[in-house]
């Protein structure tokens, strides 16, 4: 055996150890509900079905649910849905209100004002009827990031917090007359940062969320002025933030990831947090988008990322 295929083995085992470490049960879409025989945690997102299963085969683990990104002009994911119910799993839909392929272009059309407004209504109508005739159970995470600066959903004319509340409810709403009872809610800022929104400027109440939701990197190495960071750095203030709005809705990690040099030490820090922070989820982010962020590239790189396995 080579020594790259020596340092693969070791990380697909310390991997498999820490994801197998005995965190909280991973609940079903409702609020608090508790699957007793969920013993997994760690799940990701992806850019297709292939990819989910390309890290299934490089780590050796089933994930605990799937994460698909779905923009306005995406109809229903389907396909997503039913390897979900194949697998058993829950599938976690980014519901992005914009049209990626337009850019950073004026997009006021998709504005939370304009969704309140009834504009998107048929669109809402026929995802929620898909959904809800799909069964599998959905985590809906409704323009994330809302806090941040980055998303067209976060700024400018018609988006404001406000607004995106107004528009929270009025698609919550549609899915409920459509019975999607199988849909769960989830409100999911970005960790905060100078400069970042509070995030209780854009909570749409106890009981209209039933999950909720942080997004946090390991920038270090990736970003000009990032610096090496803990999980605790990362997730520990925004979730008192988060908790001081609702303390009792189930918590997960919607995104992380790091870059794979840094990877298997990135995840075993969220591991180890997760039990404290009460984190039922962890979604890898499984893209190349600013670095390879994709487990699988890591584990390829072995050599270089074995903190996994020491």
């Known amino acids: 055996m080579t020594e790259r295929a020596m340092a693969s083995s070791r990380w697909k085992r310390g991997l498999a150890a820490l994801i197998l470490l005995p965190l909280i049960g991973l609940p079903s879409v409702a609020r608090g509900a508790v699957d007793p025989g969920a013993t997994g945690a760690l799940g990701w997102s992806a850019p297709s079905r292939d990819q989910v299963a390309a890290t299934e085969s490089a780590t050796g683990l089933q994930p605990a649910a799937i994460g698909f990104f779905a923009d306005f002009t995406t109809e229903f994911p389907a396909a997503w849905a039913a390897e979900a119910r194949r697998r058993a799993v ?82 919550r709403a549609i899915f409920r007359a459509a019975g999607a009872a199988n849909v769960a809610w989830v409100f999911n800022p970005t960790v905060g940062y ?81 039990p404290s922070l009460g984190a039922r989820l962890v979604l890898w982010f499984e893209f190349d988008k600013e670095v390879d962020w994709r487990l699988a590239s890591a584990i390829a790189r072995a050599p270089a990322s074995a903190a996994l396995a020491q």
């Open 90 to 171: 829950p599938l976690v839909i980014a519901w992005e209100p914009w049209d990626w392929s337009r850019g950073r272009a004026d997009q006021s059309e998709y504005s939370a004002a304009a969704i309140a407004a009834g504009r998107w209504d048929d669109h809402a109508r026929a995802f929620a009827s898909a959904a809800r005739a799909s069964g599998a159970d959905i985590l809906l995470r409704y323009a994330p990031e809302m806090n941040g600066d980055w998303n067209l959903w976060s700024q400018g004319p018609g988006d404001s917090p406000a607004e995106f509340v107004r528009a929270w409810h009025h698609l």
């Open 194 to 274: 100078e400069g970042s929104t509070a995030m209780r400027r854009y909570w749409p109440g106890a009981a209209a969320v039933d999950w909720i939701a942080l997004d946090g990197y390991h920038w270090h190495g990736v970003l000009a002025g990032f610096a090496h960071q803990s999980a605790d750095d990362v997730f520990a203030a925004s979730l008192a933030e988060l908790r001081a709005l609702d303390a009792r809705a189930p918590f997960m990690i919607a995104e992380t990831a790091a870059r794979p040099a840094e990877a298997g030490a990135w995840l075993a820090e969220v591991q180890r947090i997760a």
